[in-house]
Every structure is written in C-alpha cells, then in structure tokens.
C-alpha cells in the first residue's frame, strides 16, 4: 500500500519534544536533513565526525541518533557500537549507500534500529524515524513495566515486614504480662535466700530450702529466656530462607508466644499435632507468621473466652500437609468471605486492625506453593486452614 505524504505527516508528529543528534561529514546533507527534522518537530543536534558525534550524544541525552556508515577516521558500524554500549536506550538509523548493504546489514545486526539509503528521500527519512520512536516507546514501557514489577515486590516485602511489626506489638504487649510473672518469682525467690544468708550458718534444712529456691530461679530464667528469645526468632527481619521446616517445633513456638494471650482472654487451647508430622519446604519465619496472624484473628473473633484448636494433619488425597486453625467465635459474615484476603480489608473496628493480616497469610501461601481457605463452622465459628505440599 503506497504511503501518502499526509499519512508520514500525521505519524510523524511527535507527540513530546523528541531529541536527535545527526552525524555526517558532509556539510550539505546534514543541513538538509537538519531542516527536514526541524520541520517536523525535533530537536536537533550535528556533527561531522563520529567521535564528536559520541560526545554530543553523552551531551544532550538525545533518544535517536542518526550516523552515516562511510565516514573518515571513526565510521558509522564503530559509532554505533560505541554508543549502544554507552547509550543501550538511544535508537540510531544508520545511512547507507546501495555500494554498503553489506555493511547496513552488520548495523542492523549490532541492534541499529533501522537504515536508510542516500540520496535520503522525506519520506523514508520520516518514516525510519517513526520506527525508531515506537521502538523507543516499546523499549521504554517494557522498562517501566519492570521498574513496577520490582517495586511491586519491595512493596510486597514492606507489607510483610509491617504485619510483622504489627503482630509484633500484639506479642509484646502479652509477652510483657507473661515474663513479668517469672521475674516477680525470681525476685521473691533471690530475697528469700538473702534472708537464709543473713541467718547465718546453712543448717541441713536451710541448705534444702536454698537449694530448692536457687532450683526455681533456674527454671523462671530459663522461662524468660525461651520467651524473649522466640519474640526475637520472631521479630528478626531476614530474607527469605527456604529450607525443610518442622512443623511440630514452629507450631509450639506459636503457640508458646500466644499462650499467656490465650490464657488472659479465657481461651482454652486445644491442640491435634502428630509428633511425626512430615518436613515442608519453606520459609519458617514467614510460616510462623502465619500461624501467629490465625491464632490473633481467632483471639480476637473471642473477646468474651471460648475454644480454640490447632490440628495438623497430613491430607492423603491431596498429598498436602494441613494445618487448622479453629475458634468458636462470631464467624465471619457471608458478604465477607470473599473479600477477607484482600488487602487492607478488615472487618474490625477502628483502631483494631488494618486489614493486612489474612492478605499477608494469602501471600505467603501463594510464595510456597500452597492456599489458605475459610469455612464458617456450622455451629459458630470460624476455621483456618493452611495447605502446604510435602517435601
């Protein structure tokens, strides 16, 4: 199909101020094409040779760069090179005469965007540089579309990150009331033996007593030292670690950093985990994350106490490793259900939660290969369950 001169005017347009540097040792040519681009709308920068030519691109930052092949002392196959190695976004058409096809093929193989032939025609001109901004604009939104994708994913990991400070502050706040209680026997326990000290000598029934109280400090420390130590296993922000998981051992560091919450809101914990339970392949901090957002959102669907139940168990049809997360709660409402993994979504009240914990859950399934589903229990309340595949 011919093209018409108005069908080049009208792609030829640029659509925002398009720059290009021309480089060509023959004076008249590049004063010709020079016009014929200014017509149209471009920016437009010369020179007569290639190094210069290389040097005003780093210059002026042009988006196509328009270089005859056959030049003295650095040619056109050498500038291109030099400014796709230097300039890996910038198009450049290379002008050829009929004698350098060889040469124009070469080009095209070095990345060269398109070619043109002398004596330059406007309408090929035009259309050669009409290629090269769609190029351009495909190469640029491919880029954008990366640059997303990357932010998209730190994104991803600052949500995770900040669930985690969330869930964090949950912990610490039950944690304080738990350690506090070890501490105040440590403390009784150690003015106890100071009094056994100051009554002097350690009579056999004094010795008995000191030692049975030193036996309990032991334990209380010991106590406070496995809790700050799973809240710190916890908090610690690491990159994502996948290696075989034990699911026993994460599913009791959970329920060891929950229970005094559990303990402090009435709820009786009920526990079905199989001492050989199967390794899974993951991320055992995300997974206990988790784990501890199931068992919060279950504490909280129970102001007033009630019952909940972790079970684990291998599903044989399916090949998957389950865990179940159940409380006898208010349930969630039907309109609901579809939307509780999305993100921000929440059905809590103001200042009790922001909506990312269940889509934090969704995503860290989705990372493993595995799901979370919601059922409402018929008789009240809600459960959990978290489907992983066997290692």
């Not at 650095?74 to 060889?102: N, P, R, W």
């Not at 880029?143 to 869930?167: C, F, G, P, V, W």
């Not at 303990?263 to 914990?269: A, G, K, M, R, T």
């Amino acid at each position: 199909m011919p093209v018409s001169n108005d069908m080049v005017e009208k792609q030829s347009s640029p659509p925002f101020p398009w720059s290009v540097v021309l480089i060509d040792d023959e004076p008249d040519i590049r004063d010709v094409i020079s016009i014929s681009l200014k017509d149209r709308g471009y920016r437009v920068e010369t020179a007569a040779d290639g190094r210069t030519g290389i040097t005003l691109c780093s210059e002026k930052k042009p988006q196509i760069a328009i270089t005859d092949i056959r030049m003295p002392g650095m040619d056109g196959i050498q500038v291109l090179k030099a400014l796709k190695e230097s300039h890996q976004d910038m198009e450049v058409i290379v002008m050829t005469a009929f004698a350098d096809m060889d040469l124009a093929v070469q080009a095209l193989q070095l990345d060269a965007s398109d070619f043109i032939t002398k004596p330059v025609h406007d309408e090929t001109l035009h259309l050669a540089l009409e290629r090269a901004r769609q190029r351009y604009m495909a190469r640029k939104q491919a880029r954008d579309y990366t640059t997303l994708l990357e932010k998209e994913n730190a994104s991803q990991a600052q949500i995770l990150h900040q669930d985690k400070m969330m869930s964090m502050g949950r912990l610490a706040a039950s944690v304080v009331h738990e350690i506090n209680n070890p501490l105040s026997g440590i403390l009784n326990y150690s003015r106890l033996m100071l009094k056994i000290l100051k009554k002097g000598e350690l009579t056999p029934e004094r010795q008995d007593k000191f030692i049975h109280y030193l036996d309990l400090v032991e334990k209380e420390s010991d106590r406070c030292s496995h809790i700050v130590s799973n809240l710190l296993d916890f908090s610690r922000k690491s990159p994502p670690s996948f290696a075989p998981v034990h699911l026993l051992d994460l599913l009791e560091r959970c329920i060891a950093l929950s229970r005094h919450k559990l303990e402090l809101q009435n709820i009786s914990l009920t526990r079905h985990i199989p001492e050989n339970l199967p390794n899974v392949e993951g991320d055992s901090n995300q997974l206990q994350q988790c784990v501890i957002n199931l068992i919060f959102n279950a504490a909280d669907a129970m102001s007033e106490g009630g019952d909940l139940i972790i079970d684990a168990h291998i599903d044989p049809r399916e090949t998957l490793l389950v865990i179940c997360v159940e409380d006898t709660g208010t349930g969630i409402d039907p309109q609901d259900l579809p939307h509780i993994f999305e993100p921000f979504y929440t059905t809590k009240k103001e200042g009790y939660g922001v909506g990312l914990g269940l889509s934090t859950v969704y995503g860290i399934m989705e990372q493993h290969n595995g799901s979370v589903e919601v059922r409402n229990r018929p008789d009240a309340g809600t459960a959990f369950l978290l489907k992983l595949p066997l290692v």
